[in-house]
């Protein structure tokens, strides 16, 4: 079987990747703590022999033992020069197993770190590190590439994005879902379809996680979405804990009748991960043997994301739009805001934005004299920190716009390119790898044509230069340029004329920039609404518009209803039943005439007090930290110190905010990231009230002292814990990642502690964790200990002794209050 035959193998048949590769190791003799890739090397004979083993039980695909074979993990056993040598014996050893019988996948896993602002990586860190795993891959025969167990969809596009640039290679992306049927960063299956669908993988899936009974909805959801290809590599259900050794439960036979299961809901590749072995393999490709994948006939899904938010473009679900108020065209604190860096009030309209209903942002950084690109970038990260919506990257400049892509962990639209060769050229290709929409626009270096045919012709060429480099339908948006009335009349229709054409004639997605058509009217809101109305009815899929606008919204509420989009006028009475619609003269009162702003909201608006803006029974300062707005913290702590002392306003602002926060993420409606940024809001905060509290104010709920059992390298998860603790008063002695249990219990002793947090993400190092319980025990010391990690169970706590579980960084608070009986 030759590399090049896999996408027509999966025509025919569904194949059968292998099973895990870290258990069969241990099995050999490979002890925790140990550097799975660095034994292998050591053992071919044993790591050819796994290999041999799953080809023999009918595996089509066997993957490399390479998954943590990247610098920033290798580091961590002072193996970082050794990247490519680790990597490409690894695939060898393989190579020579599989015998030609079956294809070798080099094995990519994630590097244990966060990306910024959550942590210290960039895209172009995880880029490199990521190109130089693969390309060593690459090098030594793989036939292609299987990434694995990713959390974040950020680190995800920054892998698959460096697999498509530096190799030919076919690429499988596996995402790792939680149980509620979200990674842990908050993407559902639906979000990581959309985000990766468009940087064209031979396959996208799951792998990991809890078992085939967890990823079956996740498969299922993305099989009802897509026809790509979908591959699925369960664990052997959770682990539990059988006389002191770490048993998977889940038998060949019903990992088989998963298997089953699993094809039907659309998976065309299906393997085994944590816990299954070739004796699963064998079951799973007895049951599949000349099994035809499931038919799909999926509608394509014309949509953008964010981490965790899909926003579908089509009027048939709904009328969206696109913000425009993050451009710093004649709106002087706007770009002097953006020149100085500090990006204060772009977030700020972004977040107003998206309160007003808005489900996209515009974000440009137009400002002369700067550095566009670093401008962009800094936005981006910004933006996608405070509010979860996708967004436009607004920009002619071809550095700036790749900028914003790579420091965007969605699927955005870039805004724009023109029909100019010259242009499109340059913009399309970052479309094509960075997996963006892209907006076309009916202009030339002759400039807009007056007649719609003349436009629908330039439309035409960007769909087939777009097409020509790959990019699907669904990835093209057109936008026929509006005209200005007062200006240029007569075009006003050849607009309406060229959009309709556009739609009916080539399908694609459509957007204008409505407010241009009643520049330099007066009473511009009623021309511009009126234009809206016939624009959506002519086939405008995104108006690019000012969510303040209540005249637009008015009659794009309107439009829903009359074209029986918003079926029973349900959104339409949820949002009128109260009140009436307000006249035209009460629109012009609150609209700016000069430019279609609501007054309040130039850059002349006054500042937040600390104590207005009450909602929902939170203070401004509360809201600030439950958004994560570490630009408006300090000054409306200043303010509030003014009228009350340090310790109220800890309990009766901050400690509310971050308690929301913490609730928001038990109801799924805040996820990891926004977690984190309330978290280090509240931590500003503190710090900035340390020199106005009293001494006795300091003192801590008590001393936590944390760990990553010995053997075990992840701390991702024990991290975010330790933030958590300390911004809700706990000192935190964070000893790191592979510590003995003489060494946690020798720091509980020396600092006090209160609590012991344990942490472990490998089965084989969860007995690490009862070694410390009985340490305790024997040592007599007076503190609690509290247990959690990926692969920990309540019942897996309950048998070892321990005082308390966490599931995630919001349980590890309430369960260390309950200990310590603090309220």
């Known amino acids: 079987m030759a ?15 292998d099973g895990a590769m870290g258990t069969m190791l241990q099995k050999q003799g490979m002890q925790p703590g140990m550097c799975p890739e660095l034994f292998g090397l050591e053992h071919p004979e044993v ?38 040598e680790i990597n490409q014996e690894a695939v060898r050893i393989a190579k020579r197993a599989s015998a030609g019988k079956a294809l070798v996948a080099a094995s990519v896993g994630p590097t244990g770190r966060l990306l910024q602002p959550m942590g210290e990586l960039t895209f172009d860190d995880l880029y490199r590190i990521y190109r130089q795993q693969i390309m060593a891959c690459e090098k030594a025969g793989a036939d292609l590439i299987s990434i694995e167990t990713m959390t974040d969809l950020g680190e995800m596009r920054a892998a698959l994005i460096a697999a498509q640039s530096c190799t030919r290679l076919p690429v499988i992306a596996h995402m790792s879902f939680e149980s509620q049927g979200r990674t842990m960063m908050g993407s559902d299956a639906r979000t990581v379809l959309v985000v990766l669908e468009a940087l064209r993988p031979l396959a996208i899936g799951a792998n990991c996680s809890g078992g085939a009974k967890e990823l079956l909805p996740v498969i299922a959801e993305m099989g009802r979405l897509s026809d790509i290809y979908l591959s699925v590599e369960p664990n052997a259900g959770l682990p539990v804990l059988e006389q002191g050794k770490t048993v998977f439960p889940d038998s060949p036979e019903e990992m088989a009748e998963a298997a089953l299961r699993l094809r039907q809901a659309g998976a065309n590749i299906i393997g085994g991960c944590c816990g299954t072995t070739p004796e699963h393999i064998q079951a799973i490709a007895n049951t599949l043997r000349g099994m035809a994948p499931a038919k799909r006939s999926p509608i394509p899904l014309r949509a953008l994301a964010s ?36 990006m204060k009030l772009v977030v700020e309209e ?10 996209i942002l515009d974000v440009n950084m137009g400002v002369p004299g700067i550095d566009e690109a670093e401008a962009m970038s800094k936005a981006v990260m910004e933006i996608q920190a405070a509010v979860d919506c996708p967004i436009a990257i607004d920009s002619a400049n071809p550095e700036a716009i790749e900028a914003g892509l790579k420091q965007y962990a969605g699927r955005p639209i870039i805004n724009s390119t023109t029909a100019e060769y010259k242009q499109l050229d340059a913009i399309l290709p970052l479309a094509q790898k960075y997996g963006a929409a892209v907006l076309g626009l009916c202009l030339d270096e002759k400039g807009i044509p007056a007649q719609a045919e003349e436009r629908l012709a330039l439309a035409k060429r960007i769909h087939q230069q777009a097409r020509a480099l790959g990019l699907r ?40 920039g409505i407010s241009n058509v009643s520049h330099g009217l007066p009473a511009r809101e009623i021309l511009t609404s009126t234009f809206l109305a016939m624009a959506w009815v002519s086939g405008l899929d ?17 439009a829903a209803v009359l074209m029986n989009l918003d079926q029973g006028a349900q959104a339409y009475i949820a949002h009128y039943q109260h009140r009436s619609v307000p006249g035209p003269s009460a629109v012009r009162h609150r609209i700016c005439k000069q430019c279609n702003i609501p007054e309040l909201l130039q850059d002349a608006r006054p500042v937040k007090q600390a104590d207005s803006l009450k909602a929902g029974g939170l203070s401004a300062l509360a809201r600030v930290v439950l958004e994560g707005d570490q630009h408006n913290i300090q000054a409306l702590l200043d303010e509030a110190l003014k009228k009350d002392d340090a310790l109220k306003i800890i309990n009766q602002d901050l400690i509310p905010g971050i308690e929301e926060a913490g609730l928001r993420f038990e109801r799924k409606e805040y996820y990891l990231p926004q977690l984190m940024m309330a978290a280090e809001t509240m931590k500003k905060g503190f710090n900035h009230l340390k020199p106005f509290l009293k001494e006795e104010a300091l003192v801590s709920r008590g001393t936590v002292v944390l760990a990553t ?50 942490s472990a993400l490998m089965t084989t190092t969860m007995p690490r964790m009862a070694e410390v319980i009985a340490g305790v025990k024997e040592m007599q010391l007076d503190c609690r200990v509290m247990v959690g990690g990926a692969v920990v169970t309540k019942e897996y706590a309950n048998m070892i002794g321990a005082d308390g579980f966490a599931a995630d960084a919001r349980q590890a608070i309430a369960v260390a209050n309950g200990l310590l009986d603090i309220n």
């Not at 972004?350 to 489900?359: F, S």
């Open 47 to 84: 790591l050819a022999d796994i290999h041999y083993r799953y080809v023999q039980a009918g595996a089509d695909i066997i993957e490399t033992n390479t998954f943590g074979a990247n610098y920033y993990k290798l580091q961590a056993y002072g193996l970082e020069n050794r990247v490519e």
């Open 709 to 758: 059992v010995e053997g075990d390298i992840h701390d991702i998860g024990k991290n975010i814990v330790g933030i958590m603790l300390e911004n809700y008063g706990f000192k935190v002695v964070d000893l790191g990642k592979d510590v003995p249990a003489s060494r946690i219990l020798a720091a509980a002793q020396q600092h006090q502690a209160a609590i012991i947090g344990l």
């Open 307 to 342: 981490r965790s938010r899909v926003v579908i473009i089509d009027s048939r679900q709904g009328l969206n739009f696109i913000g425009e108020r993050i451009n710093p065209t004649a709106r002087k604190l706007l770009a002097q805001d953006i020149k100085a860096g500090s």
């Open 473 to 512: 339908d669904e990835d093209i948006y057109i936008d026929c340029l509006v005209s200005t009335a007062g200006a240029e009349q007569a075009r006003v229709m050849e607009t309406i004329k060229a959009l309709q054409a556009v739609k009916q004639q080539l399908g694609l997605g459509t957007v204008l």
């Open 542 to 558: 995104l108006p690019i518009m000012n969510p303040f606008d209540d005249r637009v919204r008015d009659v794009t509420r309107a």
């Open 350 to 359: 972004a977040r107003l934005q998206v309160e007003h209903g808005a489900p």
């Open 3 to 17: 590399a090049f035959d896999v996408s027509a193998k999966l025509k025919e048949r569904c194949l059968v990747m």
